[in-house]
T-cell receptor, first 110, second 116 residues
Framework: DQQVKQNSPSLSVQEGRISILNCDYT??????FLWYKKYPAEGPTFLIS?????DKNEDGRFTVFLNKSAKHLSLHIVPSQPGDSAVYFC?????????FGAGTTVTVRA | SQTIHQWPATLVQPVGSPLSLECTVE??????LYWYRQAAGRGLQLLFY??????ISSEVPQNLSASRPQDRQFILSSKKLLLSDSGFYLC???????????????FGPGTRLTVT
């Protein structure tokens, strides 16, 4: 049973524009949510996290929004840059463990 | 600062052979340690996690086992590899204390395992 879902397998965005990645979850017990970025043949890199008691967290070009009633979170990247082309994973934390979505591949076009 | 190492980076092994992947963490004490596998085109599946020396929890019944012989060393093993064990194996660590953002996990570079 997949508790974290990323329903868009890919996203293409023009350089300088906003990238919006979405994630849905089913477990109300998740206490933190995280986004990771991954290049091929490398380990994921932590980007940003948000507590379940917050609705927004911002770090530079990255902003994560949490809608707890809808069990939905999103990652906004503004402006998108060529180096942002990668796979992005949504993750949710409970009991010291993370559950990951399947990932969204972002391609930033010049 | 903390660093996490994994080796080897790539490995090709025949079916039925044993496996040993090693992960070490530097710059922190008593971390939580994790082993994940990423199959081609899929997300990360948690295989094992450990909150202390000798303490291993298994998430998925399978052909693999894990051990933590030292505080900052985590080993993934198999006695006989199957074709289905092929994948990208990732080790991760997180702080063990709630005040230190225990929920944030940091990943190693990974090992690409191909079972032939």
């Amino acid at each position: 049973d997949q508790q974290v879902k990323q329903n868009s397998p890919s996203l293409s965005v023009q350089e300088g524009r906003i990238s919006i990645l979405n994630c849905d979850y089913t477990n109300s017990m998740f206490d933190y949510f995280l986004w990771y970025k991954k290049y091929p043949a490398e380990g994921p890199t932590f980007l940003i996290s948000i507590s379940s008691i917050k609705d927004k967290n911002e770090d530079g070009r990255f902003t994560v929004f949490l809608n707890k009633s809808a069990k939905h979170l999103s990652l906004h990247i503004v402006p998108s840059q060529p180096g942002d082309s990668a796979v992005y994973f949504c993750a949710a934390s409970a009991d010291y463990k993370l559950s990951f979505g399947a990932g969204t591949t972002v391609t930033v076009r010049a | 600062s903390q660093t996490i190492h994994q080796w080897p980076a790539t490995l090709v092994q025949p079916v039925g052979s044993p496996l040993s992947l090693e992960c070490t963490v530097e710059g922190t004490s008593n971390p939580n340690l994790y082993w994940y596998r990423q199959a081609a085109g899929r997300g990360l599946q948690l295989l094992f996690y450990s909150v202390g020396i000798g303490q291993i929890s298994s998430e998925v019944p399978q052909n693999l086992s894990a051990s933590r012989p030292q505080d900052r060393q985590f080993i993934l093993s198999s006695k006989k590899l199957l074709l289905s064990d092929s994948g990208f194996y990732l080790c991760a660590w997180s702080p063990s204390t709630e005040g230190l953002k225990y929920y944030e996990q940091y990943f190693g570079p990974g090992t690409r395992l191909t079972v032939t």
